[in-house]
């Protein structure tokens, strides 16, 4: 095996955030999360799934869930929940409506993201650019801002993980 050198460039991985009081197991596999009559602003999530080498990891799981556009979560159904696999180029996009505020919460994306079914999961939260609430929320995590680009009907954000694969 080549040894590796010191100058290797690696990635620092996704650091996570509390998973908080409302994550349900058995989200149902789909990219599109909203069901009709959900309150909010369009929103596209997409990005890439990575190891700490920046090698894409292919069908990697990610499973969102979130608040809608009023702050609210459905913990009796699945709205806003759902998980997705990563294609060949590690890729994932999410379409579901921008996260209100809630309580003390900063608007976030919940997600836990994970290589393959061995490997760990990385459990964390998306944040907001520009949110006044991301200075008082005590989970607020600068690490884990997504990249906010409007659109003609809502907003696109970028986001690429990078996660440890054993
Ligand atoms: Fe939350």
Redesign the pocket.
Known sequence: MPERKAQDKKLSLTLPVEE?P?YKAGSPERRNIVDPGTPGTKLIVEGRVLDSMGKPIVHAWLDFW??DGRGH?DNAGYNLRGHQYADEDGRYRLETVR?HE?LM?SP?L?VKVRAGESAPVLTT?LFFPGEKTNATDYLFEQGTLVAVKETRDGQTAFFDFVIETE
């Open positions: 908080g409302y979130s608040a979560y996260p809630y919460r976030h919940h939260q």
